[in-house]
């Protein structure tokens, strides 16, 4: 039968896989509410736009849910009771949420339904990753070609159980989006180069990087960090394939995605407005005298009180700059810690859910064997990746993956940093591992012979001593609350987020 001569295929039998072992925490945790400020954000904007009020939050009756924990000033605001509009947050997400809301009901399994949905996307991202994986190097020959899917599919396989990702589709947050339309955007953007350099027909070209503008356009309205990732794409098309024409086609693209919300925040505001107005408030709490970089409590709770999106981003980027300004010497010091924090280990969300009893009490032993199996697979794929990247063929597609590397991780040093924004370099550094693992040592072997091989490679030996330095002071760092969690009550320190 036709269907059971697909099931042959391996894009189709690896996402099932994936698609199984996502399944399985999200009916195992079927009644799992939401447990972080941002899931009640993103719950409160789905639930306004399903309902037809707008983009909203904090409508009258979710207030008496917000008031105890969050004393908001809403005299800043005229109030209405449906509550109140915002531009805090990218809008693609809550959509997508009140979408599943509209179809599904907002009754007490709406978080239930959209895990499914999320556990479907996320599932998707192990054949994505193959596809990329087969794109980076054109097979020339069939032993090439079956060299180029070995390493996709082994790419495949670490992003289809890569523990962090099964468990992901629990949480209600952009990551869940983001990812696979990183990987969507990515893949269409090297589809679209190779169109435009092969294709001899003009409207295909088109149609190939206006698809790339439109999802990289959906991408940063989902989280508007994206913004620099596009206009690395648009220099990209620019620099790498030198089509002018072609990167004004994609910026344009691009710019009728994202134009009618900034037009709807511009006009709301009375001033020019961007995607979101976030930056304000991450700028306060990721230099705040006594922070790290990171987010922390109390401090993030300070602006949070001001409901009015404009003048919360308007202080919060005075006072910021204010706490640059008074110690300028702490800005390279948090630019290092955020390094440290966003390549740190997957254990801070699995710390605050444990530590307050959302799981109930695990025995050191399994607990200690939970963690292994969450911090692992990062330390791997990272310090493997670093590794790949000397043996990969430098082309215009990997040329854009690195690009890509550069523009999604430096406004994360600059800004605010936690160990949960690496997860989207996951498939990349899997693609990356998987070059590593195939080639091996004859490879780098072979790559030592040149100059500027022994360059890359003792650069890379360099970071890899970064990476284990900061794990290891990162393990040092929280050697107390480690040892909380691992007592008889660690279910219940109650540490913050």
Same mark, same amino acid.
């Given at each position: ?28 945790? /079927? ?38 924990? &969050? ?33 599904? %009901? ?33 097979? *020339? ?9 070995? /390493? ?11 523990? &962090? ?40 070209? @088109?149609?190939?990087? @206006?698809?790339?503008?439109?999802? =990289?356009?959906? *991408? ?31 910026? *344009? ?6 134009? #009618? ?36 409590? #109390? ?22 700059? %204010? ?36 799981? %109930? ?29 000397? =043996? ?40 990356? *591992? ?37 794990? %290891? ?25």
């Amino acid at each position: 039968m036709d269907w059971l001569k697909s099931l042959k295929s391996f894009p189709l039998r690896i996402f099932l896989i994936a698609l199984i072992l996502r399944f399985v925490p999200v009916l195992v945790m /079927r009644n799992l509410g939401i447990g972080l400020d941002d899931m009640f954000q993103y719950d409160m904007l789905a639930r306004s736009i399903a309902s037809g009020n707008g983009y909203r939050w904090y409508a009258q009756t979710d207030l008496p849910a917000v008031l105890p924990y &969050l004393k908001l000033d809403l005299n800043s605001v005229e109030y209405d009771p449906r509550g109140v509009l915002t531009s805090f947050r990218p809008p693609l997400y809550p959509a997508f949420l009140a979408v599943i809301y509209l179809l599904f %009901g907002m009754g007490a399994n709406r978080f239930f339904t959209a895990r499914l949905f999320q556990a479907i996307m996320s599932a998707g991202l192990a054949p994505l990753t193959y596809a990329l994986a087969l794109k980076l190097i054109p097979a *020339t020959s069939e032993a090439s070609f079956l060299a180029a899917e070995r /390493r996709g599919k082994i790419a495949a396989w670490i992003v289809t159980l890569y523990p &962090l990702l099964v468990i992901y589709p629990l949480s209600l947050a952009t990551e869940n989006l983001f990812f696979i339309l990183v990987l969507s955007s990515l893949f269409i953007l090297i589809k679209a180069g190779e169109s435009i350099k092969n294709d001899p027909v003009l409207w295909k070209k @088109v149609i190939w990087i @206006v698809s790339a503008g439109i999802l =990289i356009g959906l *991408t940063c309205l989902t989280r508007s960090v994206a913004s620099i990732f596009a206009a690395m794409a648009v220099f990209w098309v620019l620099y790498f394939l030198k089509e002018r024409i072609f990167a004004i086609v994609l910026l *344009t693209a691009i710019g009728l995605v994202i134009a #009618p919300w900034i037009v709807r925040n511009s006009i709301l505001y009375h001033r020019l407005t961007g995607i979101e107005t976030a930056l304000g408030y991450d700028l306060y709490v990721g230099y705040y005298p006594t922070g790290t970089g990171t987010f922390e409590y #109390p401090q993030s709770l300070n602006l949070m009180t001001i409901v009015n999106d404009s003048q919360r981003e308007k202080i919060g980027i005075e006072q910021a700059l %204010g706490f640059m300004k008074e110690d300028p010497a702490r800005v390279p010091y948090l630019i290092i810690r955020r390094a440290g924090y966003f390549f740190g280990l997957e254990r801070r969300a699995l710390t605050f859910f444990y530590s307050n009893n959302y799981f %109930g009490y695990i025995p050191q032993p399994l607990l200690i064997i939970f963690a292994i199996i969450f911090c692992v697979p990062f330390i791997f794929v990272c310090l493997s990746g670093v590794m790949g990247l000397n =043996i990969i063929k430098w082309d215009p597609g990997s040329s854009l993956l690195v690009l890509f590397l550069i523009g999604y991780i430096s406004p994360h040093l600059l800004i605010i940093a936690e160990d949960r924004f690496h997860l989207t370099l996951v498939p990349l550094l899997a693609i990356f *591992t998987a070059f590593f693992w195939t080639g091996g040592w004859r490879a780098l072997i072979y790559r030592w012979q040149t100059k500027a091989g022994k360059v890359f490679i003792l650069l890379s030996l360099c970071v890899v001593g970064l990476l284990i330095s900061n794990w %290891g002071f990162e393990l040092l760092r929280d050697a107390d609350k480690l040892q909380s969690l691992l007592g008889a009550n660690g279910n219940k320190t109650y540490f913050s987020y």
